[in-house]
Nanobody, 115 residues
């Protein structure tokens, strides 16, 4: 199975930036959709951003204009650049990759934005 490992989370002040990365444990020779979800305390897990096999990107309305998703297929890695962070962005962020019959999830990385 594909293993995903997120990194780049941490504590940042409001208005600051973080870049999350998610690397697959083995080579993925066929481009698959990847994305980022997040779950804040007491909240439902929500889709933050995704990038399709064709390179199309989508973002939650709450992060449009502030977050950017990109991928490096040679490194089997997806990135989430987060700018102008708000306290409401505080959550555990999870990376996903859509395989033919399942969606693989990373373990999550904590992002905390202080006010």
């Amino acid at each position: 199975q594909v293993q995903l490992v997120e990194s780049g989370g941490g504590l940042v002040q409001a208005g600051g930036s973080l870049r999350l990365s998610c690397a697959a444990s083995r080579s993925i020779f066929q481009i698959r959709p990847m994305g980022w979800y997040r779950q804040a305390p007491g909240k439902q897990r929500e889709l933050v951003a995704r990038i399709t096999s064709g390179g199309r990107t989508d973002f939650a309305d709450s992060v449009k204009g502030r977050f950017t998703i990109s991928r490096d297929n040679a490194k089997n890695t997806v990135y989430l650049q987060m700018d102008s962070l708000k306290p409401e962005d505080t959550a555990v962020y999870y990376c996903t990759i859509d395989l033919p019959y399942t969606r693989a999830w990373g373990q999550g990385t904590q992002v905390t934005v202080s006010s």
